[in-house]
């Protein structure tokens, strides 16, 4: 269904008008300054009072809080069970049963990676869901990037909704010629090759298919285009964006040079 | 055991909320030819998917036989319906049309003579034995979707449903096509086809299936379906150039294929020679 082809939801909000520029900037600084930032709570910060926000006024909250609970909270618990039982120099025990025990290192360990990475998931979860991918080909080609290097960029943003549609599908004509695909080890790994084999010559003949279409439509004319999707902007955001950069800069030089 | 599919009251609803069918009642006989036609979105993929257990009732229930689809897997009700998806691409994986054609049966675990044979009972009918030592992808969209179906013939399924299969088939390939259809009549299996093709439907099927928006407009033979004009129309279909010529022409009977739109002008013709 081409409905679900890309993350993003329309909404009409401020932040879905936003240049995607500025949520391409907001997001890259928000994950760097989450990871090489200062504190220990200052990913969880970062997310509760920048992240969530910025998705309400989006008028998407619900569905990037679902999204990246789904996405991070099997990582965070697998994280949580292996680091608190097995953080190599953990002294402070809290909590001992049989032959385990829950170290605090472990534990604050476990906490600061996965806050860091509920943090990257977020910021990349509000970009992809507040930001059509055309609009951000569009806005980065009339930049003067490459069309090549966007075409690369959203088709790579796009690929997995694609290729899970397409391996569905797949798994289904099997099953319907009596692959069984569920119970042993064994039939999971024998469902594999029927399922790959389409999967892989599908995705060639829709890079041929893709290359013709880019090419029927002068993907690669040298010529200054114009277009017709208007991508607003404004000078407040440019002057955003360029605080962000900075901020960013300044961060990773305290963590490169610390006083 | 006959192979009767049983529908009741069947309402499926997607999980993205798309509702795709509403109280859908059916009941097919075994040996019966029937199309299912309707606009697109009508639910007719939804419907036949329902069939082999791909997609399950929200509501309602489906029996193939004995068997409640929602008590097999689909690998075990591949056994009682072979279903032949609308894009080959989605499934030939073999190195030769050989091989791709012994997949299905082999997993039925059919045993080796009873494969080979039906191996190639299916190859000739779908006049692929010379193509049979041939990779699959080495043979234009047309062909592969005859390799398509002979992979699904293969494992002689007493229930065969195809989605849209005339669609990129020249006149002579959907002939083909149509003999096909008559071989498995012949051999007493369920035909159950999706098609916009509405002269090929008029021509092959005894039976016909009119959906719209997720329900069952129509159900009956050619000649009672063609002659609903007004429903037809509400689901987009037009009834057979021949049915409307015959309707302008005011010939009598609800007619759809050349022979008995002859006869029934003739009949006109004579009648009005009497007068
Ligand atoms: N995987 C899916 N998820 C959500 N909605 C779906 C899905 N597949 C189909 N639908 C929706 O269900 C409805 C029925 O679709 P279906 O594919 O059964 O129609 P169809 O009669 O086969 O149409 P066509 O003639 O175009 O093949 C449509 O509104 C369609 O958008
Ligand atoms: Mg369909």
Redesign the pocket.
């Known amino acids: 269904?081409p409905d679900n082809l890309s993350l993003y939801i329309e909404r009409d909000s401020p932040l879905q008008r936003l240049n995607p520029l500025t949520k391409l900037a907001i997001s890259f600084s928000l994950i760097l300054i989450g990871f090489l930032g200062p504190g220990y709570w200052l990913a969880t910060l970062l997310f509760i009072c920048v992240l969530v926000p910025l998705s309400i006024w989006g008028k998407i909250g619900p569905e990037f809080l679902q999204r990246t609970v789904r996405l991070i909270l099997p990582l965070a618990l697998f994280l949580f069970v292996m680091q608190s039982l097995f953080y190599p120099g953990g002294r402070t025990v809290l909590w001992r049963f049989w032959i385990f025990s829950v170290k605090l290192e472990g534990v604050q360990f476990a906490y600061l990676t996965a806050t860091r990475l509920m943090n990257m998931v977020g910021a990349f979860l509000l970009l992809l869901l507040s930001t059509h991918p055309s609009t951000l080909m569009t806005d980065l080609t009339r930049r003067g990037v490459s069309p090549s290097l966007t075409y690369i960029l959203v088709s790579t943003l796009q690929i997995i909704p694609q290729m899970r549609n397409k391996a569905n599908t797949i798994i289904d004509a099997q099953r319907s010629r009596g692959l069984e695909t569920q119970g042993s080890v064994r039939a999971r790994i024998g469902a594999l090759l029927p399922l790959v084999g389409p999967l892989v010559f599908g995705s060639l003949v829709d890079v041929e298919e893709r290359a013709i279409a880019l090419e029927a439509r002068a993907f690669k004319a040298k010529r200054v285009k114009t277009s017709l999707i208007h991508v607003p902007d404004s000078v407040r955001q440019r002057q955003v964006r360029i605080g962000l950069v900075v901020l960013t800069l300044v961060m990773i030089g305290i963590r490169l040079w610390p006083l | 055991m006959s192979m009767r599919i049983a529908i009741e009251n069947l309402h499926f609803t997607?999980?993205?909320g798309?509702v795709?069918l509403r109280n859908v009642t059916l009941a097919i006989e075994a040996g019966e030819q029937l199309a299912i036609i309707?606009?697109?979105?009508?639910?007719?993929?939804?419907?036949i998917k329902q069939l082999n257990g791909l997609l399950r009732p929200s509501q309602g229930t489906v029996r193939i036989g004995d068997w409640l689809t929602t008590e097999h897997s689909v690998a075990k009700m591949a056994a009682r319906v072979g279903y032949v998806f609308?894009n080959p691409d989605d499934q030939l994986f073999k190195g030769t049309v050989r091989d791709e054609v012994r997949f299905g049966p082999g997993n039925l675990g059919f045993p080796a003579e009873k494969i080979e044979l039906l191996v190639q009972q299916a190859l000739t009918l779908l006049e692929l034995t010379d193509k049979a030592d041939v990779n699959p992808y080495d043979l234009t969209a047309t062909w592969r979707k005859r390799v398509a179906m002979a992979a699904v013939l293969a494992m002689d399924t007493p229930i065969v449903i195809f989605?849209?299969p005339t669609t990129g088939q020249d006149y002579q390939s959907v002939q083909r096509l149509a003999q096909i259809f008559q071989t498995l009549h012949e051999q007493g299996k369920t035909v159950i086809a999706?098609s916009?093709d509405i002269d090929f439907v008029a021509e092959n099927f005894s039976r016909i299936v009119v959906?719209g928006q997720?329900q069952v407009l129509l159900d009956g033979p050619a000649q009672t379906v063609f002659a609903q004009a007004e429903v037809l129309n509400s689901t987009d279909v037009e009834p057979p150039q021949l049915t409307r010529l015959g309707q302008r022409l005011a010939i009598g009977p609800v007619v759809y294929t050349v022979e008995n739109f002859l006869a029934a002008l003739r009949k006109e013709n004579d009648m009005q020679g009497e007068r």
């Open positions: 269904m | 997607y999980p993205s798309v795709a309707g606009q697109n979105g009508s639910g007719k993929t939804t419907l609308q989605d849209e999706i916009h959906m997720g």
